[in-house]
C-alpha cells in the first residue's frame, strides 16, 4: 500500500459517503470507487466524531434533546441523508409481501411511501432516545464515543454484504459501480483493522468503554447477519439501497447496546 495513493483512496471515500469537498489533485479512476471502500470506517469515525462535536458544544446552550436532534442533524447533513435514504427505499421495497422483481422495482423509485416513511420515523426516532439515554446517563465522554463506535464501525457491515452476496439489481444501473460488486478480502481486512483501532482506542481512553465494546460489536454483528439472511431471503443478494439500510441498522444496533448499559 503506498501512502499517497491511500492518501487518494481516503479522499474518494469521503467524497463518496459526504459533502465534504475534496482537493483536486486527487483526481478519479473508477477502480478507486471499489478500492476506497477499505476506508469506510475512517470516515464514518469522522462523521461521528463531528455529530459528537455538535452534540457537546449544543449541551451547553440548549436541553439534551435540542442538543441530540441538532446533532442528528448535523451528520445527516454532512451525509447528504445518504444512508437513510437507503433505509427508506429498502422499509419500502420489502415491507410488505410482494415479489422480488416488484421489490426491485419499488426500490428504484424516488418517491416514499408508507413503509419508508415509517421505517424512517422509527429509526431516526429510537436513535434520538438511544443518545438521550446516553446523554442524560451523565457520563458525556461516554455517551459521545458510543455515537462514534455507531457511525464508524456500522460503516464496515455494507462491505461484508458485499463480500458475502451477490448483487440483485441490474450492475449496469448500480448507484456505486462498481463497488456495488466488487470487494476483495484484503478490503475486508483493512475495514476490520480500522474497526479494531476503533475500538482499541476508545478502550483505551475511556473507563468502562471495554465493557460495553465488548456487549456492542456482537450485537452489531449480528444485526449485520440478520440483515444478510434478510436480503439472500428476499432478493437472493443485495442493492446499493440495502447496503444503506444495512448501515442505519447496524448503527441503530450499536446505539441500542452502548444504551442499555446506563
Not at 477499505?38 to 446552550?61: D, E, K
Request: with cysteine; glycine share 10%; aromatic share 8%.
Amino acid at each position: 500500500m503506498h501512502p499517497t495513493h491511500e492518501l487518494r483512496l481516503f479522499f474518494i471515500a469521503l467524497q463518496f459517503l459526504t459533502r465534504v469537498p475534496v482537493p483536486a489533485w486527487v483526481g478519479f479512476e473508477p477502480a478507486w470507487l471499489q478500492q476506497c471502500s477499505r476506508h469506510f470506517p475512517l470516515v464514518g469515525t469522522l462523521v461521528g466524531l463531528f455529530s459528537a462535536a455538535v452534540l457537546a458544544a449544543a449541551l451547553q446552550l440548549w436541553p439534551p434533546m435540542i442538543a441530540v436532534l441538532l446533532a442528528m442533524a448535523a451528520s445527516i447533513w454532512l451525509t447528504g441523508g445518504f444512508h437513510e435514504d437507503g433505509w427508506a427505499d429498502t422499509c419500502d421495497g420489502l415491507g410488505g409481501t410482494v415479489s422480488r422483481a416488484r421489490s426491485l422495482e419499488i426500490m428504484k423509485d424516488s418517491r416514499i411511501g408508507s413503509y419508508g416513511a415509517l421505517g424512517l420515523l422509527l429509526m431516526l426516532g429510537l436513535k434520538a432516545a438511544c443518545l438521550h439515554t446516553l446523554v442524560a446517563g451523565q457520563d458525556l465522554p461516554l455517551a459521545l464515543a458510543g455515537l462514534v463506535l455507531a457511525h464508524g464501525a456500522s460503516r464496515a457491515a455494507p462491505i461484508w454484504l458485499i463480500r458475502s452476496l451477490p448483487y440483485a439489481g441490474d450492475p449496469d444501473h448500480a448507484k456505486a459501480k462498481p463497488l456495488a460488486t466488487q470487494v476483495t478480502v484484503a478490503t475486508c481486512l483493512v475495514v476490520a483493522l480500522w474497526v479494531a483501532l476503533l475500538a482499541g482506542t476508545l478502550a483505551l481512553l475511556l473507563p468502562g468503554a471495554a465493557q460495553r465494546l465488548a456487549w456492542a460489536l456482537p450485537v452489531g454483528l449480528a444485526a449485520t447477519l440478520w440483515m444478510r439472511a434478510w436480503f439472500k431471503r428476499r432478493l437472493g443478494g443485495y442493492t446499493g439501497d440495502n447496503l444503506g439500510a444495512t448501515q442505519q441498522v447496524v448503527e441503530l444496533s450499536l446505539l441500542l447496546a452502548w444504551a442499555a448499559h446506563v
